[in-house]
């Protein structure tokens, strides 16, 4: 029987029977897990703290038998803003399952793993504009997975002058005579500056800036669109989040 010491985020937690639950983690040192929390529903439980969806906790995880069960949790951040607030919790519970849907390996969750962190800090403890918010977040998240949208020239022809499409299957950005590609949508040069600023910036100064809501929209139904281009599906939390947000 192995055990691991590991920093971690809870991303998802179904409860099983009467008192356990099955909660998924992104840890530093084992990626993407499932770990069964038993006892999870029980009041005096030592695990609920530590093992509540959102919660970034240190992890003592047992492997046994193929499956990992938590044998500690000693929670660090709750991110409790988040729960009090149904669109706050609603934008949580998205960066969550775009996050585990990418299903990333060890190597790329400790390099997530600060991203999807500052982002729920965000979304939790300030008043910043939340879709611009997720917007950053997806494409670096598309970055640091190595879908790194092309931003800065036609990504098809290479030309450098007026790009004003977005391509998501084409893999960026399309200039005017490349953009009667099917799924080319129009992108702003203000939405298009902020995405090359939000691409390159360091960690801390990407969400810091301001932009239009017409211009996060475009910025958003890029990254939306990479996202789901990548991935093959559209996310059921997206879905419920385009109806508490009233945006289609
Ligand atoms: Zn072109």
Redesign the pocket.
Known sequence: MDTITTDGVVLARTFVGEKDAIIKILTTEAGLVSASAKGIKNMKSKLAAGCGVFTFSEFLLRYDRGKYVVASAKPKEGFYGLSAHIERLSFATYIAELTRTFAPSAEDAKIILPLVLNTLYLLANTNKNMSLVKCVFELRLLCLLGYTPELDC??????TEQLYFFSPTSGGI??????KVPDACIVTPDALTAMRYAQGADEKKAFSFALSASDIDEFERCTESMCESVLGKKLSSLTYLKQITGKK
């Open positions: 036609c990504s098809l022809c290479g030309d399309v200039c005017r005579s490349c953009g």
